[in-house]
C-alpha cells in the first residue's frame, strides 16, 4: 500500500487536469460517451499510467534539483523518491504501459502505435540525463507538443469526430502556459543545481510576462475565431491576476510552499470548471 501511494504521488494527481483536459475535449457534448468501457479505460490511462510515465521518468533523472525543490513530496507536485526508489521506478512504469498499451491498441486500432511511440521518444529525448531537451531552452517548451498526441488518442478510442487546426494551436498555447507557470514555481532549485530552463535564462518577470503574452494570445483566438466571449472572458480574468501579480502583489518575488499549494487548488478549481464548460458547449470543436 505504502509503495502504492509513492506511485500514485510521483503521477502527480494535482497536475492530472492538464492531460484530462486533453482527453475529455474530442468528446465534448456526447453524454453517451459516459456509457463507454473504453472512455472510462482511456481516461484512466490519460490521468495515471500516462502521468506516471511522463513525470516518473523525469524525477529518474532530475533527483539533484528535486533534493532542493521545497515543492515536491506532495500529491499536487509529485514525489522525492530516494535513489534506490528511483532506480527501479522504470519497473512499474513498463509495466503499466505494457497493460494497457494491448488494451488501448485494441480498441483504437494499430494507428495508435505511432502516438504511443511518439509519447515515449518525446519523453525519452526530454529526459536524457547529459543532453536532455528539459535543461536545452526553449526546445523545452516545444517538447510540450508531446501532449497534443492525447486528442488524437482520444478520437481514435472513442470514435469521435476530429479537432479544428486552430484548436490544436490554442492546446500548444495551454501546454506552454501551464509548463512555464511551472518553472516560475521552480526557479529557485533549478537555478541552484544549475539547470538551465527558459525561466532560469529570462528571469522571473520576463518569464511572467511571456506568460502573459501566451494567454493573450489564446484568449485573442477564443474571440476572434471561435467568437467564444464566455470562455474568452474567464481567461480574461486569469490574465487580470497575472497582470495583479507581477505589478502590485508577488513581483518578482518567489512563492511559498504554502502559496503554491492554494495556487495548485486554485488551478485545479478553475481547471475543472473550464473543462465542465467547454465540454458542455462544445466551443472548442
Known amino acids: ?72 513530496d506532495s500529491f499536487w507536485f509529485g514525489a522525492k523518491g ?3 526508489q528511483l532506480k527501479q521506478l522504470w519497473k512499474p512504469i513498463l509495466i503499466t504501459q505494457l497493460i494497457f498499451y494491448p488494451i488501448l491498441i485494441y480498441f483504437g486500432d494499430w494507428q495508435l502505435l505511432p502516438l504511443l511511440a511518439g509519447m515515449v521518444l518525446i519523453n525519452y529525448l526530454y529526459n536524457l540525463p547529459e543532453h536532455g531537451l528539459r535543461s536545452a531552452p526553449p526546445l523545452e517548451l516545444l517538447c510540450q507538443l508531446g501532449y497534443l498526441l492525447i486528442v488524437p488518442l482520444s478520437i481514435y478510442i472513442n470514435q469521435t469526430g476530429a479537432v479544428p487546426w486552430p484548436t490544436y494551436v490554442y492546446l500548444f498555447l495551454f501546454a506552454m502556459q501551464s509548463h512555464l507557470m511551472g518553472e516560475v514555481m521552480d526557479i529557485i532549485p533549478d537555478r541552484e543545481s544549475g539547470r538551465r530552463t527558459t525561466a532560469t535564462i529570462l528571469g522571473m518577470e520576463k518569464t511572467k510576462l511571456l506568460i502573459m503574452g501566451i494567454v493573450a494570445m489564446e484568449i485573442s483566438l477564443l474571440l476572434f475565431y471561435y467568437q467564444e466571449y464566455i470562455f474568452g472572458g474567464f481567461l480574461g480574468l486569469g490574465l487580470l491576476w497575472l497582470i495583479l501579480d507581477l505589478f502590485f502583489i508577488y513581483k518578482a518575488k518567489a512563492y511559498t510552499l504554502t502559496q503554491m499549494k492554494v495556487f495548485a487548488l486554485g488551478s485545479n478549481v478553475l481547471a475543472i470548471l473550464s473543462m465542465v464548460y467547454v465540454w458542455w458547449s462544445g466551443c472548442l470543436l
Not at 492531460?19 to 474530442?26: A, E, F
Not at 524525477?59 to 515543492?71: E, F, G, M, P
Open 82 to 84: 530516494t535513489p534506490a
Open 1 to 72: 500500500m505504502k509503495y502504492a501511494l509513492f506511485l500514485l504521488k510521483v503521477s502527480r494527481p494535482g497536475l492530472w487536469f492538464a492531460t484530462l483536459w486533453l482527453y475529455l475535449l474530442p468528446t465534448s457534448q456526447d453524454p453517451t460517451i459516459l456509457n463507454s468501457i473504453p472512455f472510462w479505460l482511456g481516461l484512466f490511462y490519460v490521468c495515471f499510467p500516462l502521468n506516471l510515465l511522463v513525470y516518473g521518468w523525469n524525477d529518474s533523472v532530475d533527483y539533484k534539483t528535486d533534493q532542493l525543490n521545497i515543492r515536491k
